[in-house]
């Protein structure tokens, strides 16, 4: 009945628009053409919600999780929250210095509408007992409820980007109990990305199921099961190398970026960090860095981005390396902690570790 009366509503707003425009003289035929549009779309919209084929978010976390409702109603909210900033970054206004979106009253940077946004949400979720932005790097504690769960987040991963309309996302990380800081990747409940490209499209992973699950958001708003990745290959000739300038005082790393050119790797990379974790998991292959050096000092923070992430990898079969050590073992003890990180193959972390590791640092 909503979808029903959306369309009416739609038509009668392309009517008005017909009425007010001089020189239109052929009105019922392009409503008729409307008419027809909207037919196709009823048509296409019950056979989607028919096919038995496809498999829904809230199926798929009733069906694997369903001892774990204060987890669950987390999720959902998190999952909603992605749906709405789709939308308001698919609206949003840009200029050269910043992406804008209406937050009720107000005019905000779509940025700190995203954070406005999950932070508000996430803040009415009794069973959220401390909560963390990256846009505030600071832990706020709600509740001491003992199934409750603790999340920090990235409420727009790649902004600076967005402008351009490269892919971004949101990144999020949920552990049991009250804790922020002082705790390691290993113990992570749930966490994920939603990543706003020419799809939207949910990747998540949950400590107690193997792999890593995508869903896509439709045109109708239903998350719907697209992908399942497991087994990333061992090697891959794919590379993105973040933080660049630091070849200049990173000997090391100059000579991975030799290896990797003289040895025919394809380039890929985009600028966003969730684009590129994203294209690991789907090619299966490649890795991704991001390199200090003593001049040039990591942005990436393991709280926020790192760890979330890493987690996303290594449960998708890969590898991740701080230069030394898995980026899950290490304790994160502020939330402003940063690290360089290697994302990928198992083969190509190998040879990050051994010819960059943290030998130049």
Request: glycine residues 8%.
């Amino acid at each position: 009945m909503n979808f029903l009366f959306t369309l009416l509503l739609l038509q009668f707003h392309y009517f008005q628009g017909f009425q007010g425009f001089q020189g239109f003289h052929n009105q019922q035929q392009i409503i008729n053409k409307y008419n027809n549009k909207y037919n196709v779309i009823l048509s296409q919209k019950s056979s989607l919600i028919n096919n038995e084929n496809n498999v829904y978010l809230e199926q798929f976390l009733l069906s694997t999780i369903n001892h774990k409702p204060s987890l669950i109603n987390i999720l959902y909210t998190i999952f909603d929250s992605c749906k709405e900033i789709s939308y308001k970054i698919k609206t949003a206004s840009c200029n050269k210095m910043a992406c804008y979106n209406q937050f009720g009253e107000e005019q905000l940077a779509i940025d700190l509408l995203a954070n406005n946004l999950l932070m508000n949400n996430l803040k009415n979720c009794h069973n959220i007992n401390s909560i963390s932005s990256e846009e505030e790097p600071i832990v706020i504690k709600l509740n001491n409820n003992p199934d409750g769960y603790s999340i920090s987040f990235d409420p727009l991963d790649g902004s600076s980007v967005i402008d351009c309309n490269f892919a971004v996302g949101t990144i999020f990380s949920l552990w049991k109990g009250n804790e922020l800081t002082n705790i390691y990747g290993n113990d992570i409940q749930v966490s994920g990305m939603c990543i706003y490209g020419p799809r939207t499209i949910l990747t998540f992973a949950i400590n107690e199921l193997n792999g890593v699950y995508e869903f896509l958001l439709n045109d109708y708003g239903q998350w719907i099961a697209s992908n399942f990745y497991t087994n990333m290959m061992k090697t891959g000739k794919l590379y993105s190398p973040g933080n660049i300038k630091a070849v200049n005082t990173n000997s090391g790393y100059k000579q991975l970026l030799n290896y990797w050119i003289t040895n025919n790797y394809q380039l890929r990379y985009s600028g966003g960090m969730v684009a590129e974790v994203n294209q690991l998991l789907v090619k299966g292959q490649g890795i991704f860095v991001n390199v200090e050096s003593k001049n040039v000092k990591p942005k990436l923070r393991m709280l926020y981005e790192i760890t979330p992430l890493g987690f996303l990898v290594e449960k998708s079969g890969g590898k991740t390396s701080n230069g030394i050590q898995s980026v899950l073992n290490i304790l994160i003890e502020n939330t402003n902690q940063t690290s360089q990180i290697a994302f990928g193959s198992e083969y190509e972390i190998d040879m990050f570790n051994k010819i960059v590791g943290k030998l130049y640092l």
